[in-house]
Every structure is written in structure tokens, then in C-alpha cells.
């Protein structure tokens, strides 16, 4: 069983930075690829990004690329979502959640985080 803690939620201001970090409570953390997903009011959830588990192997959203850094930290068991250049666009509920496959495939992730608030104002 893996267990996702999220933080870093909140307000930013458009064109600013905000950090996500997903802390897992699991000791087999460098077996797990990670995905980072986002859900707007009355829309899907979709894919932003996912890190294999390595750490070596990413991939984006094209919505999000160049924008968005997904790292992991192994010795902590934290995966991290680095947003920069925020649009309204992004603003969302965002989810990590851990797969043993390295996937942008929602349905291949079967342990999800709790999901924080971002909102971002002109």
C-alpha cells in the first residue's frame, strides 16, 4: 500500500512559481514511477507529467512543457511538481499518484494523493 501526501497548494499570482511535493509512505518509493494529474471544475482529470522510477525518464503535457519540471527524491520519497510561468489555464486541483509503469495512462495509476488546491488571479 502506498500512501500520497501532498502540499504546496495555494494562490499564485499569473506568471508566477509554485512547488507541489508528494511525500510517499513506502519503502519500495524507487520502485514507483510517478504522474502528476490536475482536474478543473467540470472538466476530466488529465496528465501534466510523469518521472519514471529512476528518475531519469520524464515526460509532459504539451500544455505544460517548458513550463513544468517533475523531479524525484529518492533518499526522501518526495516527488516534486515545479510550476513556473503559471496561466489561468493551470489553475486546478492537482493529484500525484504512483504506478509501477512509467505512463501518462490515468487508469495505470492505482495510488493517488489527496490533491491541493491550485488557483492562480490576474
Known amino acids: 500500500q502506498v500512501q500520497l501526501v501532498e502540499s504546496g497548494g495555494g494562490l499564485v499570482q499569473a506568471g508566477g512559481s509554485l512547488r507541489l511535493s508528494c511525500a510517499a509512505s513506502?519503502?519500495?518509493?524507487?520502485?514507483?514511477?510517478m504522474g502528476w494529474f490536475r482536474q478543473a471544475p467540470g472538466k476530466e482529470r488529465e496528465f501534466v507529467a510523469r518521472?519514471?522510477?529512476?528518475?531519469?525518464?520524464?515526460y509532459y503535457a504539451d500544455s505544460v512543457k517548458g513550463r513544468v519540471t517533475i523531479s524525484k527524491d529518492r533518499a526522501n520519497n518526495t516527488v516534486y511538481l515545479q510550476m513556473n510561468g503559471l496561466k489561468h489555464a493551470d489553475a486546478a486541483v492537482y493529484y500525484c499518484?504512483?504506478?509501477?509503469?512509467?505512463?501518462?495512462?490515468?487508469?495505470?495509476?492505482?495510488?493517488w494523493g489527496q490533491g491541493p488546491q491550485v488557483t492562480v488571479y490576474s
Open positions: 518521472i519514471s522510477s529512476g528518475g531519469t525518464n520524464t
Open positions: 499518484a504512483a504506478s509501477t509503469i512509467a505512463t501518462m495512462m490515468l487508469n495505470e495509476y492505482a495510488y
Open positions: 513506502v519503502r519500495t518509493f524507487s520502485r514507483y514511477a
